[in-house]
């Protein structure tokens, strides 16, 4: 099946540690970006992607990190120097061919302790 | 800057009732997009439509309607015959035709409908 997979779906970490967030898509779609989500908020990007080997930061992108090796992967690194890091991580990709429709992943739930 | 305005925090309807959630958008650009999504209890976001800024056209899809009026620079969404599987909570969103692309959501209506 054609899909956005993220993993894990939840995730705990102490204070101080980074912790890496898998999202993977075989859509082949060139764009791909990431989301944060607190509780009763909206979506706020952090970091987004259009090709292979090149990234920007979005909104909040401070204490984060990526990388964009492969075009089917995207990974978000959340480092020790984020503040407040609990919160839903979102992954997307985008479709051109489909009216330039961002479809998005399951999440991650990333709780630290 | 974009902006995207949902006034409704949360609703609560008894099953069967129709409902409409609103949006408002502000953007200075004239070719701009705009979208719903679903968020089911399960946390993914689930495409509902897109519709572009050259097209005022209405869109009626079973159950769902949307009604784009650039005039007030709103794009409300109604749900006929509500059921208990809407409970979710719509996201309105705002994106640019030109650059990266990047959505611009609104804080979400929660919408729990009752038995």
């Known amino acids: 099946d054609g899909g956005i997979t993220q993993s894990p779906k939840y995730l705990f970490r102490k204070e101080g540690q980074n912790v890496t967030l898998s999202c993977e898509q075989n859509l082949n779609h060139d764009a791909m970006y990431w989301y944060r989500q607190d509780p009763g908020q909206g979506l706020r990007l952090i970091y987004y992607?259009?090709?292979?080997?090149?990234?920007q930061k979005g909104d909040i992108a401070e204490g984060y990190s990526v990388s964009r090796e492969k075009k089917e992967s995207f990974p978000l690194t959340v480092t020790s120097a984020q503040k407040n890091p609990t919160a839903f991580y979102l992954c997307?990709?985008?479709?051109?061919?489909?009216?330039?429709?961002?479809?998005f992943g399951p999440g991650t739930r990333l709780t630290v302790l | 800057a974009q902006k995207v305005t949902q006034a409704q925090t949360e609703i609560s309807v008894v099953e069967k009732e129709d409902v409409t959630l609103d949006c408002v958008y502000e953007t200075r650009d004239t070719t701009y997009y705009l979208f719903w999504y679903k968020q089911p209890p399960s946390g993914e976001l689930v495409f509902l439509i897109r519709r572009n800024s050259f097209d005022e056209q209405n869109e009626i899809s079973g159950r769902y309607s949307w009604n784009f009026q650039k005039s007030t620079s709103s794009f409300n969404f109604t749900i006929t015959a509500s059921q208990v599987v809407d409970s979710a909570v719509y996201f309105c969103a705002l994106i640019l035709s030109q650059g990266a692309q990047k959505l611009v959501f609104g804080q979400g209506t929660r919408l729990t409908i009752n038995p």
């Open positions: 992607s259009q090709i292979v080997n090149d990234f």
């Open positions: 997307a990709s985008r479709d051109r061919g489909h009216r330039d429709t961002q479809y």
